[in-house]
């Protein structure tokens, strides 16, 4: 971003939370900061599972393992500095320190939209495909669709992060949010925004149509095929297989859709916060929780590493 007053630009001040009371400051650090310990916690443990355990060797904990790892560099981009700055007066993060932040953000976030509708696909495989799942999903396919997603995600964050930062601030530092992104970003801009906010829209729901695709289709055949089953509790253990993954998606999309695709002009800067704070630290902290109490597989091997 450019200033038109030609004056030396350093960085900004992320407002975040500092218009509320002390004592809810405090609390809020708190909460975020068991948050945070859970998360890694969690996804540190999905992880190490899934690679310790021979019977986890499989492309179901392989997608899930880069799902950890994602979340895991998600929440750190944006969490332990959030608490800093709620306990301390200076809130201002550099010029290079923001364009970072908002490129790490968006390129993980990117990832975690595309590498759910894989996930989404590997359990039509299962599901649908149970005869030929080892054949579909070969582990040198796997490998390829992960990197596809991670590469997408950061072709997708570098766009869109060049964007934002083309345009002229105007002096304008004051970032009322607790991390880099780009509705409130958008509002320091000092021209006209609406070809850029087009432009950034239509990205999104570019980004968003392939795994959205994927996930219909993917969940789509699963059901057809799950009530062809005869037994009801041949049907359960067919939408148990599926049940975590749908309620990642479901937590993910919902959140990350309010943020990104609606209209600037019903954008709620504190609505916009504590959206942001959901997805940042709550669904990360609470994917590991969701696989882990639905699964079988992971709560055996949990058991056999504690013994």
């Known amino acids: 971003m450019e200033q038109k007053n030609g004056s030396s630009f350093t960085g900004f001040i992320l407002l ?69 700055h709620l306990r301390g007066a200076d809130k201002s993060i550099s010029f290079g320190g923001c364009v970072a932040q908002l490129f790490v953000s968006l390129w993980l976030g990117s990832t975690e939209c ?5 996930m989404a ?37 570098s766009l869109q992060t060049v964007l934002i930062f083309l345009l002229p601030l105007c002096g304008k530092n004051k970032i009322d949010h607790f991390f880099c992104e780009i509705p409130p970003l958008l509002k320091l801009a000092c021209v006209d925004t609406t070809v850029i906010e087009s432009e950034v829209f239509s990205v999104c729901v570019i980004v968003l149509l392939i795994p959205v695709a994927l996930i219909t289709f993917s969940y789509g055949q699963i059901v057809r095929a799950v009530l062809r089953i005869k037994s009801a509790a041949g049907q359960r253990k067919a939408f148990g297989t599926c049940g975590s993954h749908f309620t990642v998606v479901s937590l993910f999309y919902g959140t990350g859709i309010y943020i990104y695709l609606q209209p600037s002009n019903n954008y709620s800067q504190d609505q916009g916060k504590f959206i942001s704070l959901f997805y940042t630290i709550v669904t990360p902290m609470v994917n590991p929780v969701i696989y882990t109490l639905r699964n079988k597989d992971v709560m055996g091997a949990m058991k056999k590493k504690t013994l």
Request: charged fraction near 10%.
């Open 16 to 84: 975040g939370f500092s218009d509320r009371p002390q004592l809810e400051r405090r609390v809020l650090f708190v909460v975020l900061l068991i948050f945070y310990l859970l998360t890694l916690l969690g996804n540190t443990t999905i992880i190490a599972l899934s690679r310790l355990d021979p019977h986890l060797h499989t492309p179901m904990y392989f997608f899930l393992s880069n799902l950890s790892f994602l979340d895991l560099c998600y929440t750190t981009s944006t969490v332990p500095q959030l608490l800093v």
């Open 121 to 157: 696909f590997d359990r039509y495989a299962a599901v649908c495909r149970p005869l030929h799942y080892t054949v579909i999903m070969h582990p040198r396919l796997c490998a390829l669709m992960a990197s596809a997603s991670w590469f997408t995600g950061f072709t997708n964050s």
């Open 114 to 118: 595309i590498l759910l509708g894989v």
